[in-house]
C-alpha cells in the first residue's frame, strides 16, 4: 500500500509532493476537475495564519481550502459560482458578501483561461480566452475585490499556470497576474509547485510534445503577496454585482464530464 510522505514544511521556491492530497483523509474531491493540491493550501496557511484567523477562497470548487482550514483550527469562507457542497457559498468572485478587511488570507485558484469546462454560466471567468477573451479584466476585477477584503498585513496566495493550445498563442498568465497583483499588493515570493497527474505520465503525450516542438506544462505558479501596511482597507470596488444566472443542482461526486480536445 502506497504511504504519502510526511507533510512538513516547503523551504524552496520548488515545491513538491506526489499526492493530491495530504494524510489518511481527503481534502476536496478527488473527482473535481482542476482541484488545487491541498498540500499546497496548508504550507500557505501554516505559513501566514494562525489558529482562528479568517481564510477566505473565493473560487472554492469543492472545497479543499475550507478543508484544510478545519484541519488547522482556521475559519475558512468558500464561495463559488456553482457550489458543490452546502457550506460553499453562491457568488461571484468578483463581489463577495463580505466586509471589508475580512481575512488574514486569501487563497483562490482560478481558471487558466479555458481549458476546463467549470459551470458554463455566461459569468463564469472560465469561459473566457486569455489570448483576448476578457480574461485579465475579469481577473482583475477579482484581484480588486481580494485587495478590498483582505486585512492590512494580510497574504494572498495565487496559483495558476500557463497556456499553451495548438493553433493558439502562448499565454503566460503567471506573469501577467503578477503584474496585476503588484498594482495591488506588496510581492513576497514567487514558487514553482512541480506537476504529478496522470497526462505527465503519458507517453504518447511526450511523443506529441517532441515531435511538435511545444512543452507539457510542468509546473504551476504560487504567487504570495502582502497586503500593504495602510490604516484602513482600500475602497476601490468593482462594479455593482449583475445577477447570477440560475444553474442547475451540481453533479453527483464522481461523475466525470467528457475531456476536452488536447489543450496543456
Not at 33 to 40: C, L, R
Not at 143 to 154: A, C, D, Q, S, Y
Not at 241 to 255: E, F, H, N, S
Request: glycine residues 10%.
Amino acid at each position: 500500500m502506497y504511504k504519502k510522505p510526511k507533510l512538513e514544511l516547503q523551504t524552496t521556491t520548488l515545491w513538491e509532493y506526489p499526492s493530491q492530497h495530504y494524510g489518511e483523509g481527503m481534502q476536496g474531491s478527488k473527482n473535481y476537475k482542476g482541484a488545487t493540491p491541498s498540500w499546497v493550501i496548508w504550507n500557505l496557511l501554516k505559513r501566514y495564519t494562525k489558529d482562528g484567523d479568517t481564510v477566505i477562497d473565493p473560487m472554492c470548487g469543492s472545497g479543499t481550502t475550507l478543508d484544510v482550514c478545519k484541519d488547522l483550527g482556521r475559519q475558512g469562507l468558500g464561495f463559488d459560482l456553482q457550489p458543490q457542497r452546502a457550506a460553499i457559498v453562491r457568488a461571484d468572485a468578483r463581489h463577495l458578501p463580505v466586509a471589508d478587511g475580512s481575512a488574514e488570507f486569501v487563497f483562490v485558484d482560478p481558471p487558466y483561461s479555458t481549458h476546463l469546462k467549470y459551470s458554463g454560466l455566461p459569468e463564469c471567468i472560465g469561459e473566457l480566452d486569455a489570448d483576448g477573451g476578457g480574461y485579465y479584466e475579469a481577473m482583475t476585477e477579482v484581484i480588486t475585490e481580494i485587495h478590498r477584503v483582505l486585512k492590512p498585513g494580510g497574504h494572498v496566495g495565487v496559483y495558476v499556470s500557463d497556456s499553451w493550445r495548438q493553433d493558439h498563442p502562448f499565454c503566460p498568465i503567471g506573469f501577467e497576474l503578477f503584474a496585476i497583483m503588484r498594482r495591488f499588493f506588496v510581492p513576497v515570493d514567487i514558487v514553482a509547485v512541480v506537476r504529478h497527474n496522470r497526462t505527465m505520465k503519458r507517453d504518447h503525450w511526450h511523443r506529441s510534445a517532441a515531435l511538435g516542438n511545444y512543452f507539457l506544462r510542468g509546473f504551476n505558479y504560487l504567487l504570495i503577496m502582502r497586503q500593504g501596511d495602510v490604516s484602513k482597507p482600500t475602497k476601490t470596488r468593482a462594479p455593482k454585482p449583475p445577477p447570477l444566472t440560475p444553474v442547475a443542482k451540481p453533479m453527483p461526486r464522481g461523475k466525470q464530464r467528457k475531456k476536452k480536445k488536447h489543450r496543456i
